[in-house]
């Protein structure tokens, strides 16, 4: 394995790259947005492709997925509405994203619906008018050569 496939399968399984604490957010001063400086992070476990097109995928988490998912961006102000995948357990994100396959190479081949995977997501709230919203946009997405099996599936 290369350094470059090094580096890739420790944005999935690196403790650092884990949702561990929550996001610390700030209010901009002038044009009042709510920003977070953080990478990345990888959702715990395997998730499961509803649909996937070249800029938009829509995954279906588990509840222990949705409650990380919550955690990680719980620190914001009661103003902020929260990820919508925290309450539907599907996470829809449009925007491109990267597909790696097992082999730790970025691919152009989609994954298929049913498909298993690992995902990394980033946060931001956006503002819909006087409303503030948080939005998870999808960045990688590592398909597993597991099977989608009771105990591996979110279900």
């Known amino acids: 394995m290369t350094s470059v496939h090094r580096s890739r399968y420790a944005l999935f399984y690196h403790r650092t790259q884990q949702m561990q604490n929550p996001l610390t957010w700030r209010l901009t001063p002038r044009s009042k947005q709510y920003i977070s400086i953080a990478p990345p992070k990888a959702i715990p476990g395997l998730?499961?492709?509803?649909?996937a097109l070249h800029e938009k995928i829509s995954i279906r988490i588990c509840g222990e997925q949705q409650l990380a998912l919550e955690a990680w961006t719980g620190a914001l102000?009661?103003?902020v509405l929260r990820p919508t995948a925290c309450d539907t357990g599907t996470l829809n994100s449009a925007g491109p994203y990267t597909v790696i396959n097992t082999a730790m190479h970025a691919v152009q081949k989609l994954p298929k619906p049913g498909d298993t995977v690992l995902v990394r997501v980033t946060a931001s709230v956006r503002t819909l008018g006087p409303i503030y919203k948080t939005v998870l946009q999808v960045v990688d997405v590592l398909c597993t050569d597991v099977a989608a099996t009771p105990r591996t599936r979110a279900v």
């Open 47 to 51: 998730a499961t492709v509803v649909a």
């Open 77 to 79: 102000p009661e103003n």
